[in-house]
């Protein structure tokens, strides 16, 4: 096989929670960038940031799983299902293991590693989440994605900084091509 190409992409940035509203503020020239409200910035030099502000993961997870998934884990579930309602892929025991899941990340649940640090110096070891690992390193976002639409084909992960988002879609590409 030598062509590989794109049928859906899903997206969620600090202009717009899916494809078209981001594309349309991107071509209206508009910029996602603005002052941080996630947390205090009052003791930074720098108070501006491009936050994706207005998500709601409950789109896309039930309650009991947004709890036990890091928002950057949500946020590849957003995207994943944006992409194959976008490429109008139906995921069946005909095509699961054909399908994988590539996710790069710079870093994994940062927000969830802040707040069972917190719970394990406030409430001790015992109170850390059972899903605090799951939750925290970067193969999580892949594998539940994978879990949540059914994809049993290869499932891959990378953190290499800058690089990471060409590392990842380049190791798709190579696998899709490869058959």
């Known amino acids: 096989m030598s062509r590989v190409v794109v049928t859906g ?7 717009g929670n899916d494809l078209a ?7 209206q020239g508009k910029s996602g960038v603005s002052e941080i409200t996630a947390y ?3 003791q930074h030099r720098v108070h501006f940031g491009a936050e994706v502000a207005t998500f709601d993961p409950t789109l896309y997870l039930d309650r009991k799983e947004v709890r036990r998934n890091d928002p950057y884990e949500q ?11 976008q490429a109008k892929l139906q995921i069946d025991d005909d095509n699961a293991e054909d399908i994988g899941v590539y996710v790069g990340s710079g870093i994994g649940g940062l927000v969830t590693l ?9 409430k001790g070891p015992d109170r850390i989440s059972p899903f ?3 939750m925290m390193i970067i193969d999580g976002a892949p594998g539940i994605v994978s879990i949540m639409i059914g994809a049993k084909g290869p499932n891959w992960a990378a953190v290499s900084a800058c690089a990471t988002s060409g590392n990842t879609v ?4 190579e696998t899709i091509r490869r058959g």
């Open 9 to 15: 992409l899903g997206l969620v940035t600090s202009l």
């Open 21 to 27: 509203s981001s594309w349309e503020k991107l071509c």
């Open 40 to 42: 205090d910035t009052s």
């Open 75 to 85: 946020l590849a579930i957003a995207t994943a299902k944006q992409a194959l309602a």
């Open 114 to 122: 802040h707040d069972q640090f917190k719970v394990l110096h406030e």
């Open 132 to 134: 605090f690992i799951n």
């Open 170 to 173: 380049g190791e798709a590409w």
